[in-house]
DNA sequence: AACTAACCGAGACGGTACGTCTCGTCTTCGC
DNA sequence: GCGAAGACGAGACGTACCGTCTCGGTTAGTT
């Protein structure tokens, strides 16, 4: 049984124990740099620097500014994507939609959201856990509004659901992005009230 | 005689004229290397060498990186984006989606806008000539579809345009930039027919 | 008298005693990095690792990688200077620097020692145990021999033992850091003859 | 006729010739760090911080840190080595010593001649130049002054001189180095009195 | 037998400096 | 003016060690 048990035990721990504080203060400078110069504006030494950390503890975890960027993004997107209920999907998406622009044109995180939609175009690795762990968890959220959508029968059923997705977020990172136009809330209206035809066909 | 030419001349036009040939030559690396190695992996180093012209040559003509590339973008925006007319507005926005789905995934140039719309969020000059030279130009080739449409009485009239126009667009831009799903046939045929649904109302 | 002396101290020797083996292992590893790559070349994390002992090991015994290297030399070479009898001065003199001549030029100690000298510029305390350990025994051996060609009368009594001293081993360092001329037996001999006249007057 | 014109003719210089101001900074820069920190305090990053130049310019004109020194020392110095002219041997080394010792204990040359004689023993090329232009220069002096000697008679003829230079300028090395004992003027004295009894036989 | 103190190895920590690289700029040459 | 060449200031790269700190574990007394 002590064998069993020795044999399930981990290999006892040798050396000095990670820093998580270190941990958390490079992946905020990270977040930091990333949403103020952009990823290719991001160099180890700033955030080594903005850290307060040894540049070799930064290399001892990731071997690669794409690692510590994919990093500093779980991170981001750890972040509760909370889901509104207001008991109508048009509300429900009008919400969805005004934090996302708010978060977005508001706040840091959008310059950093930006500035990882950069990264993904230099970096598949990137561009993969961007989309696994941030886009399609914005993603999973309009499916939610959808399905309780279908179940209180305020919208029909048999969507494409993927497409109609597209049809939101798509419009939102166009403006952001190009520019040409802002991510208001009378956007938000206008857009949600579009989608809400198809919606109810 | 010589002396005559040179007195008509206002501006006395000394020392050697300006290469037409290395203007060109480096415009084109630019766009070449915007479309390999994207704006933040554009240096001037590297398109000095790929047009087998002097750095200094560059420098003198152009003051930034940022002006080199909108140069660039010029020329390669110049390009006529010619307006399909099938007679219906699905055929014409069908045709439409399918060419720039196109460009955008089977040719350099689709690098290149890729490469372009990264530059914008360092540069709000850029962002600006990107979207009057460019984002504008295929703006106004869907507008003029809906005209078309309209006259011939195949659409509604009353349209909110740019939003529309959002719909169709924004799509594609975050499929191209987000990589979720592809920029298909199949999608232009979907996209196109919700799209139509709204301008029918 | 030894054993007086511990009853005084009653050193309580509470905890884990020193390590014989890790000490032992410290200083041969730190010969043996000497040896290959010299004193600049010899880094205490070198050490370490050749030892297999942890770096707080080492700072806990040895204040500087100067005080190891001394304490790493003097295990060694065991380092009894034997001062030659040969019966005549000339002959004491000849014998005396040949082996300084050998051990300095054919083996890892000559680099070590250089290195030492420079680690005594900076750290009067080093400085003191070198002069004390190394210069210090090697001056004593010229003493002795000197005393008994005193005794002998073969040289004469009013030296200024220290200045002779200098005179012989000055030279020895000169060459061994200059390099201008080699360290050899004809070295020995002309130095002797010389060192002789002053002796005899 | 031509290749030997052309094998005469030196190569046309091409691209931007050296700065002779970042030059002298460095050397400049150099001197002062080597003033205020020492030999081994001394770091190219800090010289081209000081001197306000970047490091490759350093890296590509000076191979180590050994070889910046010394182009700084002989810039500094200017070293000229003043041969004394008395009029007896006797005074002559009497003075050659005193300036020496002054030079090497209290001066910031003193140091960093030590800290040269560390790098001699990495790297034969500037073992090379430390001999050619420091030791060489100063074995010369001691020369003229033998040459001087033998002419007014006031020394034998039939010298070893390079034995005698070394029974000369070893002993200084020696105490400078070890530190058993002062350079000062005492020393001087009683060393050139000892070096007289062998130069008169 | 339990407790305590000092050791041990391992290895992470914040730093400094290394020598290399590439950037955009500057400065010269010869055509 | 142009191409080419190459030095310049700047500053990031990734590595090597520094000397310190902090773990789990050992090895002796002392209680």
Redesign the interface.
């Known amino acids: 049984m002590t064998l069993l048990t020795k044999s399930h035990v981990k290999l006892p721990q040798r050396g000095r124990p990670r820093s998580e504080e270190s941990r958390q203060s490079i992946l905020l400078g990270t977040a930091a740099i990333l949403a103020e110069r ?3 504006g991001l160099s180890i030494e700033a955030v080594a620097t903005k850290a307060e950390v040894g540049k070799q503890t930064i290399y001892r975890w990731w071997h690669s500014k794409a690692d510590l960027v994919i990093d500093a993004l779980s991170e981001l997107a750890a972040q509760q994507v909370d889901i509104p209920d207001t008991g109508s999907v048009t509300g429900d998406l009008r919400e969805l939609l005004k934090n996302a622009f708010f978060v977005l044109t508001a706040t840091p995180s959008g310059n950093a959201v ?1 500035g990882l ?2 990264a ?3 970096d598949t690795r990137i ?1 993969k856990v ?2 696994e762990r941030f ?2 968890k914005r ?1 999973g959220a309009v499916r939610e509004i959808f399905q309780r959508g279908i179940q209180r029968e305020q919208i029909r059923a048999n969507l ?1 659901t ?3 997705i ?2 939101i ?7 952001l ?5 802002p991510l208001d809330e009378v ?1 938000a209206d ?2 949600v009230e ?1 989608i809400m ?2 919606l109810k ?1």
């Open positions: 952009g990823y290719e930006i939609l950069v993904t175009q230099r561009s961007f989309r886009v399609e993603r494409d993927d497409l109609i597209d049809l977020y798509g419009p939102m990172w166009y403006r992005l190009v520019g040409h136009a956007f206008t857009l579009q035809v198809l066909e």
